[in-house]
């Protein structure tokens, strides 16, 4: 039998990402904390949004039962780009202030959403985006590595 103890690499409730700048990868002193995989806020949003695509299918297979044409509700890129943000958003704890044109921003869901917007910061959704599909970065490193 092993000591290992399987709740040890269990995801935690929050992580946080360290922005690093685009180019030159280091830390620009920028924090953004989101909730993990298996905190409360996360589930009922993963929960929400495969409801929708189960919805989104029964309908699908209802029309081809009755002998309809299905036709797919047309979704614009930044239809699609808004909605992906605005999930982003609901995992967002908060973020550390930053200035941006010399302007303190502090943490807000809206402040959150225009720079996830913003098509000149595409890098920071990106470093977002990677930080949550990796569920590793809610895991902590085990106290022997």
């Known amino acids: 039998m092993t000591d290992f103890d399987l709740s040890a690499v269990d995801a935690q409730d929050e992580g946080e990402l360290v922005i690093r700048h685009p180019k030159t990868l ?5 924090t ?6 298996g905190h409360q806020i996360t589930v009922d ?3 929400r949004v495969a409801q929708a695509a189960l919805k989104r299918a029964a309908a699908r297979r209802q029309a081809h039962v009755n002998g309809k044409k299905w ?3 047309e979704e614009s890129l930044d239809q699609l780009r ?4 605005d999930n982003i958003v609901t995992r967002t704890k908060g973020f550390t202030p930053i200035k941006l044109d010399g302007q303190l921003i502090e943490y807000s ?3 959150a959403r225009q720079l996830l ?3 000149k910061k595409g890098w920071l959704l990106e470093q977002i985006t990677d930080y949550l ?3 590793a970065n809610f895991i902590q490193p085990s106290a022997t590595s």
């Open 26 to 30: 280091a830390p620009v002193g920028w």
């Open 32 to 37: 953004w904390t989101f909730y993990g995989p």
């Open 45 to 47: 949003l993963s929960n």
């Open 71 to 73: 036709k797919e509700d």
């Open 82 to 85: 808004a909605e992906n943000v």
């Open 109 to 111: 869901a809206d402040a």
């Open 117 to 119: 917007l913003d098509r």
């Open 133 to 135: 599909k990796d569920e």
